[in-house]
Each structure stands twice: as C-alpha cells, then as structure tokens.
C-alpha cells in the first residue's frame, strides 16, 4: 500500500460478531488488535478497509492487509502467531469477530509507484485452472492486464498475489488496485478501459471495491 516494498502480506477477512457493536468492534481493531499485530515487528505495516460493494468470503465486512518484508511470509505468519501467543493479555477483552479468511500471500508483481494516497481498493480474486500454461497467464497478468486496467486513470497502482495455502473458499491469485478517488468514481472511471480479453483458463472468484479506513 502506498507505493511501500513488501515480499508478501497476510490478509485477513472478518466480520464483528453477532451481537457486537460494529463501532466498538471496529475501534477495537484500529486502536489495538492492528498495533498488537505489528509490534513485534515482523509484518512492518497494516491497512484497514471496509467492504463497499461487491463479494467476499462469508460476507465479511471488513479486511485488514499487513505487509511483509521477507519472503518466507508463511514462516513470518508462524513466527507472528507464537509471539502473540506469548504476549497475549488473558484478562483483555477482545470482542467477537466472524474470520472468513486468514492467509498468507506472496508478491508476484507491483506496478511502479504512483506517489499517491490510496483512499479505496479493488480487489480481484481469481483462479486459473491450466496448470499448463500457467507461466503464459502470469505474463499476460503482470505485462498486458495490469496495464490495460490502470490506464484509465481510475486506479494509479497494483499489486498481484499468490496465496501461500490453497483455500476452497478463496482464489490462487489476488490483485489489489489502489486508487485516490472514491470507490463509485474509481468503478465509473475503470468502466471505459479496452481490455484484451483474458485466457480460457481465468475464473473469477471474488471482485469487491473498499473504502480504507486506516
């Protein structure tokens, strides 16, 4: 986000639980979770966004991004997960969240830099079902797709993930565009671009637009 370097992120997609004040719930994460996450200094930056339009694994409201520098994001997300065990306050309270995604993913490939805010995201969650070919479709992605989408000026960056663990319930190959308009602006303006049409092999599992809360 923001034009940051990172090797891989962690991605979790949530929801406040039933019951839970999504106000209180929400400040509980901004003000707490999202810094109990990062102080041991493993994942160096996190970015909180609010689902808009579009669909999401179990309907979840919200995802937070934390980004890592080392490649061995799997093994960052391990070594996350003892630290905070080990420093988890047993008597703090921690309100319920509904998680329909925790992942790691790996950086295939950042679009250059645009020196700009990121105030909403799209994210689009695909499959790709010829393994045969797989190199042809990265390309294509990473070289002509990516290009095509962002030259409409609705979104100035892009960064495209592999997930680390394959999930039924999610796609191989995330795509996080970034944009500084808002998230209805940025669908309009993306409408007119001439994409070349994708390979057989592309299926679409999730598209959402966000609107970044932090």
Do not use: Q
Request: charged content about 25%; glycine content about 6%.
């Amino acid at each position: 986000m923001d034009g940051r370097e990172h090797e891989g992120a962690l991605v979790v997609m949530n929801s406040p639980g039933e019951g839970v004040s999504p106000a209180e719930w929400g400040s509980w994460y901004i003000d707490v979770h999202m810094p109990e996450v990062l102080e041991p200094g493993i994942f160096t930056a996190g970015t909180r966004f609010e689902r808009k339009t579009g669909k999401a694994p179990l309907d979840a409201t919200h995802m937070a991004l934390y980004e890592c520098p080392f490649s061995t994001v799997e093994d960052s997300w391990i070594s996350l997960r003892t630290a905070l065990a080990k420093n988890a306050d047993p008597n703090a309270p921690r309100p319920a969240s509904i998680v329909a995604l925790v992942n790691t993913f790996k950086v295939l490939h950042a679009s250059a830099p645009a020196n700009k805010p990121t105030k909403t995201a799209l994210l689009v969650n695909v499959d790709y079902t010829d393994d045969t070919t797989i190199d042809d479709f990265n390309h294509w992605y990473n070289n002509t797709h990516i290009s095509e989408f962002l030259a409409s000026g609705a979104y100035h960056s892009a960064t495209r993930y592999e997930i680390c663990v394959p999930n039924p319930d999610y796609g191989r190959f995330l795509a996080i565009y970034e944009s500084d308009l808002d998230h209805e602006e940025a669908d309009r303006l993306s409408k007119g671009n001439k994409l070349t049409p994708g390979p057989e092999g592309l299926k679409l599992r999730n598209l959402a637009h966000y609107s970044r809360l932090k």
